[in-house]
């Protein structure tokens, strides 16, 4: 199984919208997936319509509930450990438990059946985005173009060795996504260059598409929503590039 971060410490740069797009697309071929929403926005389950569920990850985090029975079917093969608001609360309680660091191992143990785990973070350092890094062997950065979040890629490059220092783990950045690609901004250009020069790989840019922004709205994929837009393009193609890389192992 393979445990997929999808992290930006900028918010607005497309990463929820990665997550779900790059998650329903692996779903589409017949991988089993999991989406684990860590962001105390909670924003997965609005942009997959889902508006009723009874347990999420907070109650999870306070150990009212185990993961497994958190876990909604979205979509066929498509599954998802939905967040809440309360989120924030359930965070700062585990500050003071043993081991907090590495707490998604343990709850996560039984979340086994499927063969894609996807977590989607919040842009800001925080202990759930610690846990999450300690939890998987992947990182996918998407990162829009404008110089800010840049920048934020450069911080968390930073950040992720030193967190893998202290925690003696080896995840690591294998894709770099661009997004909001415009071709008329001479921006667009400039960022895509500097990202190519950073080191983990770039994937070809998610050029931008105001389908992006109103799927969630309805609660719909871009897949579901404008199948044969731009976007839907082009996280297909993102989507063919993540199948065939394998596990980190593999390579």
Known sequence: MRKIAIVGFKG???KTTTCVSLAAGLAHRGQRVLIIDTDTQANVAVALGITEFDKSLPDVLARKVEAKACVVQARKNLYLLPSHISLFKAQQRIVL????EELFAEL???LTAY??????CAPSV???TVNTLA?????FIPVSMEMLALSSVMQFMKYLQ????ILGKRACIRLIIPTMYDPRRRISQDVLQ???QLGPRVTEPIWIDTKLSEAPGEGLTIYEYASRSRAAKDYARLTEVVANMGPVSEN
Do not use: C, K, P, W
């Open 12 to 14: 607005g740069i497309g």
């Open 97 to 100: 438990e043993m081991g907090r």
């Open 108 to 110: 996560f143990a039984g």
């Open 115 to 120: 063969d894609y785990q996807i977590l989607d």
């Open 126 to 128: 925080s202990l759930l």
């Open 135 to 139: 939890y998987v062997d992947e990182v």
């Open 162 to 165: 030193d967190i893998n220092q």
């Open 194 to 196: 500097l990202l190519r």
